[in-house]
């Protein structure tokens, strides 16, 4: 009985196999022009994954060069404005000063305190000057290019301060110089009347 069973069973499949429409007809059939296609597309892929990454790294290296070059950049024209501000300071105390202190209208108790003064503002930009060296010439406290370009642009503003501070100073003097000038030329003039 359970033969009999089995047998009808093994009937009914196969019935129900040759009368219902087929999902598959067998074994599958690759076809080996689009297999060996898909290989190809794939290796070109990978090729192109690889030239891209290579690109990538490329661009990588290019724009850390390209910070590199620009912080160099801004170093070099930090340097350059802090030696410029120097040159108007070391000027403006070479002629201005002497002007001032060869004046006959500063007194002789005035002529140590402005010298004083403008000594101050000369030994600040050469430690300023030194500084700067110092950092320039060695890897001062293990500075990067950027943090070392950021030092300069402080003490390039520092500097233009003191060159701010120096002309201020001028000018005071000499409108301190003027000031004694009319004064004595009004208390000393001749009366005609």
């Given amino acids: 009985m359970k033969n009999r069973i089995k047998t009808m069973m093994l009937i009914g499949f196969l019935f129900l196999t040759v009368h219902t429409p087929a999902v598959s007809q067998g074994m599958p059939v690759y076809d080996n022009t689009n297999f060996i296609s898909l290989a190809k597309s794939l290796i070109e892929s990978a090729k192109q994954t690889t030239q891209l990454l290579k690109t990538?790294?490329?661009l990588k290296t290019q724009k850390e060069n390209i910070e590199r070059v620009?912080?160099?950049i801004k170093q070099l024209n930090a340097v350059r404005e802090l030696a410029r501000n120097n040159q108007i300071l070391f000027e403006t105390v070479r002629d201005d000063l002497?002007?001032?202190?060869n004046s006959p209208y500063i007194k002789p108790e005035e002529v140590t305190r402005i010298s004083d003064s403008f000594n101050a503002i000369m030994e600040n930009s050469l430690e300023d000057?030194?500084?700067i060296d110092k950092i320039l010439t060695s890897d001062y406290f293990k500075m990067s290019d950027a943090?070392?370009?950021q030092v300069l642009r402080e003490r390039e503003l520092q500097s233009r301060?003191?060159?701010a501070e120096i002309t201020l100073k001028t000018k005071r003097y000499n409108d301190i110089i003027?000031?004694?000038e009319m004064q004595n030329k009004i208390n000393n003039r001749?009366?005609?009347?």
Avoid: G
Wanted: charged share 30%; glycine share 0%; net charge negative.
């Fill in 129 to 131: 000057l030194d500084f």
């Fill in 98 to 101: 002497r002007e001032i202190l």
């Fill in 147 to 149: 943090e070392r370009a």
């Fill in 70 to 72: 620009n912080n160099v």
């Fill in 161 to 163: 301060e003191m060159v």
């Fill in 56 to 58: 990538v790294e490329f």
């Fill in 178 to 180: 003027s000031f004694r």
């Fill in 190 to 193: 001749i009366l005609n009347y």
